[in-house]
């Protein structure tokens, strides 16, 4: 089955500066790429989400890049903000899977006023 | 937007009894939910695959017959975990893909905290 790895799993940045969460996922037959926001106690957000036909996303401060040859995908928050700070999960999904979604471990972003 | 409801957000249980918890989709139809549990500051697990009108699949490790799933209408999914013990204790959430969306989007419910005594 799929395996998704993330990285860092804590990471702690300074409020205005960049914040990067890298994936890498197994199956080449893998064509979707969500990315989620889990405050404490929360449901997890849906923030952001790629198709393997596209390299890039943009929206505002967040995109995501893959790398369909490497097989690897990442998360980019620009400017960040205290309120970013939260757990960031990135998933995997197989095309014809009916959708299920595998999950990274999770980075845990700490925005530092 | 599409909205999943989940309830109960919090139960307390006595080991040994049944707990059952519902998740519905509002405003949407879903043949297909999906079932999580997270450990505190882990990640989410899969546990199965809930289909309407079918039976769930289930992932590698987790019993059947310890976390019943029913999935008898479109917009609603029930996890009954059975006998609970102490170790069932955890943060169980579902999502619910939109069945007329084309997308692969997930939405998720809040979550239900369960907590065996």
């Known amino acids: 089955g799929e395996n998704v790895e993330q990285h860092p799993s804590t990471l702690s940045v300074q409020e205005g500066d960049s914040a990067v969460i890298k994936c890498t996922y197994s199956?080449?037959?893998?064509?979707?790429f969500p990315w989620y926001k889990q405050e404490l106690g929360k449901r997890p957000q849906l923030i952001i989400d790629?198709?393997?036909?596209?390299g890039e996303k943009k929206d505002q401060r967040i995109a995501v890049t893959l790398n369909k040859t490497a097989k690897h995908f990442s998360l980019h928050i620009t400017e960040t903000q205290p309120e970013d700070s939260a757990v960031y999960f990135c998933a995997a999904s197989i095309k014809g899977s009916n959708y299920k979604l595998t999950f990274g471990k999770g980075t845990l972003l700490t925005v530092n006023p | 937007g599409a909205v999943v409801s989940q309830h109960p957000s919090r139960v307390i249980c006595k080991s040994g009894t049944s707990v059952k918890i519902e998740c519905r989709s509002l405003d949407f139809q879903a043949t297909t939910m999906f079932w999580y549990r997270q450990f505190p500051k882990q990640s989410l697990m899969l546990m199965a695959t809930s289909n309407e009108g079918s039976k769930a699949t289930y992932e590698q490790g987790v019993e059947k017959d310890k976390f019943l799933i029913n999935h008898a209408s479109l917009t609603l999914s029930t996890l009954t975990v059975t006998s609970a013990h102490p170790e069932d204790s955890s943060f169980y959430i579902c999502?619910?893909?939109?069945?007329?969306?084309?997308?692969?989007?997930?939405?998720f419910g809040a979550g239900s905290r369960l907590t065996v005594l």
């Open positions: 790629i198709r393997s036909n596209v």
């Open positions: 199956d080449s037959a893998s064509n979707y």
């Open positions: 999502s619910a893909r939109d069945s007329h969306s084309g997308a692969n989007v997930l939405t």
